[in-house]
């Protein structure tokens, strides 16, 4: 499994560049939410750096908003890692799943990185400790002057009952615009540090 799939269709649905806060939402295999993409303009852009702090998923929390918990778990591809994250939605639930991280290097004048979920990794994982992602795939594409975040995810229904369920799928389609430019820019302040 890799994040291939995922970042064709980001590619695809990549909306024009302008000068402020673009994104673009679309439907895929009926899963409950929608995969969406935000672009920001941003000036400054220190393309390694902030790539380096993307791969640094051990250190995310407390520099990443509602990240609970994570860590890396050893392998051996240099570009690529492969690490367990429990975040916090806030009010509703926490949610864990085991990721796999990878640098794509240039695609079409973009630095990429992208990530896919670990299905049988994450359908192990103890619900004492929150609910199951059922999906989580996503993607930082990065240029000296502007940043893109690409993302799908959604709880295991039969981890967090019908209402909750709800709640965190159409409240995530509804929050989508204000999570990826929030996310994008917490990742620049952290890459400027």
């Known amino acids: 499994m890799s994040a291939n799939p995922f970042l064709d269709r980001v590619f695809q649905h990549l909306p024009a560049y302008g000068g402020k806060f ?14 969406g ?3 920001l303009p941003l ?5 390694d750096k902030m790539a380096a702090r993307i791969m640094d998923v051990g ?10 918990e994570g860590r ?15 975040i916090k939605v806030p009010v509703l639930a926490q949610i864990h799943m ?13 630095r990429v990185l992208a990530w896919h979920q670990m299905d049988a990794e994450t359908l192990k994982l103890s619900t004492k400790q929150g ?17 893109a975040y690409a993302l799908s995810s959604a709880p295991r229904k ?8 709800a709640a965190l799928t159409k409240g995530a389609d509804a929050g989508a615009t204000q999570v990826l430019k929030n996310n994008i820019e917490g990742m620049f302040r952290w890459s400027k540090r």
Do not use: C, M
Request: glycine share 8%.
């Open 59 to 68: 250190n995310y929390k407390g520099n990443i908003d509602y990240v609970q």
């Open 98 to 110: 085991e990721l796999t991280l990878t640098d794509y290097g240039i695609r079409d004048g973009w």
């Open 72 to 86: 890396v778990i050893k392998d051996n591809r240099p570009e690529s890692v492969h690490f367990y994250q429990r």
């Open 131 to 147: 609910a199951r992602s059922e999906y989580n795939v996503g993607a930082w594409l990065l240029k000296d002057d502007r940043v």
């Open 22 to 35: 673009t994104y673009k939402a679309w439907s895929h295999a009926r899963r409950p939410t929608s995969e």
């Open 37 to 39: 993409v935000g672009i």
């Open 158 to 165: 039969e981890d967090v009952g019908r209402l909750k369920f």
């Open 43 to 47: 000036a400054g852009v220190d393309v």
